[in-house]
């Protein structure tokens, strides 16, 4: 099936340093979302964005829906353990229907 | 509880069977959705319902596969004479429009591990 190309696929970093992912398509998008998925559980919407050059922020997270709406980027400010998990970005084709593309996952390792 | 709910949770089966999972979704959503989930991937869309119509199956979802939605409440996704590509987290979405607005906005439930031995 068809998926996103995130990267990088994956990363370690310190517990305090500030993360940024992205995400590509060949195809535009209406709304790109931005989910998190822990160990043996379901994926949780952490960002949505529904403009092109849209910037909405969630707490530490910052996410923007690209120009080109062919992208969207995700950044995390000073991380913090329980921000470990797969990071996965999803895009909405089309608007009268809630069937997303999801990409690839960024994995996310954060150390003390 | 007032979440996505699916079981079984997980389900080891010998190839040739046949299994069935079931989600109830959050009470107030009319759309369902199932996701598979295959390891270092993300989730790959299957189907969705509208209420009791389905109105929309991935090329994914071969005959093997059925969805049904009787009632637009619960609904139940099976797989016969299981194969052992169709090892997988097997994940059920659901969502209501605002305002008829479809905002790709999806609440999962935590899954239902299948392996085919």
């Known amino acids: 099936g068809q998926q996103l190309n995130q990267s990088p696929q994956s990363m370690f970093i310190q517990e305090g340093e500030d993360v940024s992912m992205n995400c590509t398509s060949s195809?535009?998008?209406?709304?790109w979302l931005w989910y998190k998925q822990d160990p043996g559980e379901g994926p949780v919407l952490l960002i949505a964005l529904y403009k092109a050059g849209e910037l909405t922020s969630n707490g530490r997270l910052t996410a923007q829906f690209g120009i080109t709406r062919k992208d969207s980027f995700l950044n995390i400010s000073a991380s913090i353990p329980s921000d470990v998990g797969i990071y996965f970005c999803?895009?909405?084709?089309?608007?009268?229907?809630?069937?997303?593309?999801f990409g690839t996952g960024t994995r996310l390792q954060v150390f003390p | 509880d007032t979440g996505v709910s699916q079981n079984p949770r997980h389900k080891i089966t010998k190839r040739g069977q046949n299994v069935t999972f079931r989600c109830d979704p959050i009470?107030?959503?009319?759309?369902l959705y199932w996701y598979r989930q295959t390891l270092g991937q993300g989730p790959e869309f299957l189907t969705y319902?509208?209420?009791?119509?389905?109105?929309?199956k991935s090329r994914l979802l071969s005959d093997r596969f059925s969805a049904e939605r009787p009632k637009g409440s619960f609904s139940t996704l099976e797989i016969q004479r299981t194969e052992q590509g169709d090892s997988a987290m097997y994940l059920c979405?659901?969502?209501?429009?605002?305002?008829?607005?479809?905002?790709?906005?999806?609440?999962f439930g935590e899954g239902s591990r299948l392996t085919v031995l």
């Open positions: 999803a895009g909405q084709l089309r608007y009268n229907t809630d069937k997303l593309i």
């Open positions: 979405a659901s969502s209501f429009p605002l305002a008829g607005r479809v905002t790709g906005e999806l609440f």
């Open positions: 319902f509208q209420n009791e119509a389905q109105l929309e």
């Open positions: 009470s107030e959503h009319n759309r």
């Open positions: 195809s535009i998008f209406n709304t």
